[in-house]
């Protein structure tokens, strides 16, 4: 059993990936078991199964020219391996300047090392490297005296060869040892397997680890842009995010029509959620690092921030901070999403990622009918009931159908007063602009269920500007791309009726309203089709040749198909 001290690396002919970034469970080639952690101090590799093992959080900085990173972070639950190294580290050097003895090679000698073996099995090495140290028996035997038998120190410092790499193995007891070199056929009781523990994809709110009351949430209201704001999720569907994961590899990050991902994917790498831990909970692993991993050759800066822009728009947060932080793009690097201290979204480097602090990490808080959820905010009341609008960008259900109701509606009398028909429909798709009715003003009452739809790839559709619903409505995703019309825009008022607002200056996001001009449509039809030809017409006034199932108007009348 040995206390700390668990990686190890080797050069490799050419680079190959390391394992991203995140939570595994690390199993040994030869023996086939995994690390157990005991203690703070002591974890040795006797669990036999993926269950009995413990995850460990494994965190590493930029990689270098032969493909190694040294590892930052390597915790779990009961034991931080890089802080008991600190520990040791600083207990040795207390002894070796109390003697007078030189202290410069113990940073490198105790910086843990992860390099690929370059294996198609993505097995890794864990290694320390020991310097060339003048005098070495002599400094060898004062550390041992002072550590007074300590099972940890003794058995670093005796197997210690000054000028060599010393690699992880796993000895006859299924402790860990060190090897200068491959100690059994192929080298497997160095090799090391890492078992990730994968994230879910799903509909999430996505918000700060920050410990500050009101933390920022992602949020989209703008056509081409995505922005951290205080939004309120329960009642914010800008705020709802697509997630599709592969591993920790993010396949699919969408707001609204707009998608992080194919921006990772357009320069060459990818964009992850790599789980951290924050300091309040140390070894619960809630918090993720939002990562666009840059490929280890060709990287073009500028093509780079172009495809920022194009994807997500010339005034968006996360274009202009690469383009202000264009010296982070490169071959092989990192660059972090974060909140930044003036607010809103930035960007930040391996270097200085760490400054951040929990601004850096994102909580994922998944959508469902306990916790986080979503409901509709009221906008007025009625006949003791509430109402509101709402044009979403995601399919859903309704929770509790005895408490909310999803109504289309079909005409408007001149007094602005609506004819609405409910929804016989159990998912009101993506894109459906619709007005909601309510018993209870408790979000907890309303909540909607954002679906998932099977088979689904990319962004999903974005349906509009009526969606597949038969109905007056027309809604906008965003605050600022659609102008009012005063003279035919028709937004909810007071008394569930629909009338102008001429201080309105753009519809409001994820909002609905009555387009008048359809009305008089759809009056005109009544009055010019009383001749009986049987001509059918869709709510918008058009001809229609083979009616699907939904509400028309034929001679001069509604009809359901």
């Not at 979204?345 to 270097?351: H, W, Y």
């Not at 791309?481 to 028709?490: H, P, R, V, Y």
Request: charged share 20%; with cysteine; hydrophobic share 40%.
């Amino acid at each position: 059993m040995l206390a700390v001290a668990m990686l190890l690396a080797m050069n490799v002919s050419a680079i190959t990936p390391l394992p991203d970034q995140g939570v595994y469970r690390i199993k040994n080639v030869y023996s086939g078991t995994y690390v157990k952690l005991q203690s703070n101090y002591l974890a040795d590799i006797t669990a036999t199964s993926y269950a009995e093992a413990s995850p460990l959080l494994v965190w590493y900085g930029e990689r270098d020219e032969n493909g190694e990173a040294l590892l930052t972070n390597l915790s779990g639950d009961g034991g931080d391996m890089i802080e008991t190294l600190e520990f040791i580290k600083g207990l040795i050097e207390d002894v070796l300047v109390y003697n007078n003895q030189p202290t410069w090679f113990l940073e490198e000698m105790f910086q843990l090392h992860l390099v690929p073996t370059g294996d198609a099995d993505g097995s890794v090495f864990l290694c320390v490297d020991v310097p060339e140290i003048e005098n070495w028996e002599t400094i060898r035997d004062i550390i041992l005296e002072a550590a007074g038998g300590q099972t940890a120190v003794t058995y670093y410092i005796s197997h210690m060869v000054p000028g060599n790499r010393h690699y992880m193995g796993i000895d006859y007891d299924l402790s860990f040892g060190y090897r200068l070199q491959a100690g059994t056929p192929e080298g497997t009781d160095i090799k090391f397997l890492m078992e990730r523990e994968s994230l879910e994809g799903g509909y999430c709110f996505v918000k700060t680890a920050s410990a500050t009351a009101e933390a920022p949430y992602l949020r989209r209201v703008h056509e081409k842009s995505s922005t951290v704001d205080l939004a309120s999720p329960h009642n914010d569907a800008s705020a709802v995010f697509d997630l599709a994961v592969n591993d920790i590899k993010v396949t699919r990050l969408a707001v609204q029509g707009l998608d992080l991902a194919p921006l990772a994917q357009a320069a060459g790498g990818y964009l992850a959620l790599c789980p951290t831990n924050t300091e309040a909970s140390k070894f619960v692993y809630d918090a993720y690092a939002l990562k666009l991993q840059l490929p280890d050759e060709g990287v073009d800066a500028a093509a780079v921030v172009a495809a920022a822009k194009a994807a997500l728009g010339e005034d968006s947060e996360i274009a202009a901070a690469l383009d202000s932080h264009i010296d982070l793009i490169k071959d092989r690097a990192a660059i972090y999403i974060v909140h930044s201290d003036q607010g809103g979204v930035s960007v930040a480097g391996d270097a200085n990622y760490a400054a951040y602090g929990d601004n850096a990490k994102w909580k994922l808080e998944m959508i469902d009918t306990e916790d986080n959820y979503l409901a509709p905010a009221a906008e007025v009341q009625a006949n003791g009931k509430y109402y509101t609008t709402l044009y979403a960008a995601f399919p859903f259900t309704i929770n509790n159908p005895a408490n909310v109701v999803a109504y289309s509606v079909m005409t408007m009398a001149d007094d602005g007063t609506p004819t609405i028909e409910p929804l016989e429909m159990d998912v009101i798709p993506a894109g459906g602009a619709v007005l909601l009715e309510m018993t209870t003003n408790d979000d907890a009452d309303n909540m909607l269920v954002p679906v998932i739809e099977s088979g689904s790839q990319g962004v999903r559709p974005m349906i509009g500007p009526t969606g597949p619903l038969t109905t007056m409505l027309e809604g906008t995703y965003f605050d600022d791309n659609i102008e009012n019309n005063a003279s035919t825009m028709l937004t909810l008022h007071e008394g569930l009726t629909f009338a102008t607002d001429a201080s309105l200056d753009f519809m409001p996001a994820n909002k609905a309203w009555a387009n008048k001009d359809i009305n008089t449509a759809i009056s005109r039809i009544g009055n010019d089709k009383q001749n009986g030809d049987d001509t059918i017409y869709d709510l918008m006034g058009r001809k229609v040749v083979n009616p699907t199932h939904g509400i028309y108007i034929k001679n001069g009348k509604k009809v359901v198909y």
